[in-house]
């Protein structure tokens, strides 16, 4: 059996596809530039609200609460997720998965109520 | 077998054409590649606005002329179709999407209202968007049927083929905008 040797020009016509599929790239994005005419003034480089004067800025600080309102909300959305495939699987898995899946749904519980002591869903 | 299928290309720029290789002006071949690929912006305000849907629905069907690719941004937009009734409070939003367009841009203005005012001679309405901004090709009609739009585009299309490449830097263009109070 003739042993397999993997030399470096048989990579050849990879490295030339890339080179020119990059080249291609480089080059018609310089060409566009080049060629296309340009026109800056203060209105065209404005921020595109529909057409309507752009008002102050977009990066202003805004309260956490959207944040962790949100993170825990996909927390427990994932958490019924998991429950598809065991309410699909129901049976097969039999008293086994109901006790696996009441461990997991306690600990979220446990989860939600330590939260909820918290204080991180009082809006006010 | 050999077959021999002549080729036409009914729009073809003059050039210099040979044994699988054709060549023509920097110029022409541009004008090619923008003229065929229009990205129109649509700026529906009324009925014209329906009249556009059909224009882009399967039966009229755009695409064919290379103008399926509607933009709702200015920035990747060549074509602004300004299609209905635009009011004087709209006027300068028009104002401002014109202007946030890059280079080269055209204008394609559609319908009665949006060429004159149409039959709205009211305080409200703004009596033809050439007032605010330069329009390319008018479209007549109320509302225009959707060849209409299509023959539109085409005369779009013959404006973007013949532009010469410098005309936006030139004076001349810039004195236009200027005339219009932009820039």
């Given amino acids: 059996m003739e042993a397999q040797q993997s030399h470096l020009w048989d ?10 599929a990059l080249g291609f790239v480089v080059t018609t994005l310089l ?4 060629l296309g005419p340009k026109r800056k003034t203060k209105i065209k480089n ?27 909300f996909v927390l427990f959305d994932v958490e019924v997720i998991f429950m598809y495939p065991w309410a699909v699987n129901f049976r097969e898995l039999g008293v086994f998965g109901l006790i696996e899946m009441f ?14 002591r918290k204080g991180a869903l009082k809006w006010e | 077998m050999e077959r021999n299928i002549d080729i036409h290309p009914k729009h073809q720029p003059d050039g210099f054409e040979g044994q699988g290789f054709f060549a023509t002006s920097l110029d022409k071949a541009v004008g090619l590649a923008r003229a065929n690929s229009l990205w129109p912006l649509p700026f529906a305000t009324s009925c014209c606005g329906i009249e556009f849907m ?8 755009l695409a064919r002329f290379g103008s399926e690719r509607m933009s709702f941004s200015p920035r990747q937009a060549d074509l602004l179709m300004v299609m209905g009734t635009i009011s004087k409070k709209m006027a300068p939003v028009l104002r401002q999407v014109y202007e946030q367009m890059a280079e080269p841009k055209w204008v394609l203005c559609m ?17 033809g968007i050439d007032r605010i901004i ?12 959707p060849e209409q739009v299509l023959d539109g585009l085409l005369k779009i299309q013959e404006l973007a083929k013949s532009e010469s490449t ?18």
């Fill in chain 1, 11 to 20: 990579y050849l016509p990879v490295i030339l596809m890339a080179i020119v």
């Fill in chain 1, 31 to 34: 060409l566009t530039h080049w």
């Fill in chain 1, 46 to 72: 404005d921020a595109f609200e529909c057409g309507i004067e752009s008002q102050g800025n977009a990066r202003t600080p805004f309260s956490i609460k959207y944040f962790l309102v949100a993170i825990l």
């Fill in chain 1, 103 to 116: 461990t997991f749904m306690g600990l979220m519980i446990v989860g939600l109520v330590y939260i909820i």
């Fill in chain 2, 54 to 61: 059909a224009t882009m629905a399967s039966h009229y069907d």
């Fill in chain 2, 111 to 127: 319908g009665a209202c949006a060429s004159s005012g149409g039959i709205f001679d009211t305080y409200s309405v703004l009596q």
């Fill in chain 2, 134 to 145: 330069p329009v390319d090709v008018y479209i007549p009609g109320c509302p225009p049927r």
């Fill in chain 2, 166 to 183: 410098r005309r936006r830097e030139s004076p001349e263009y810039k004195e236009m905008l200027n005339s219009y109070g932009i820039e």
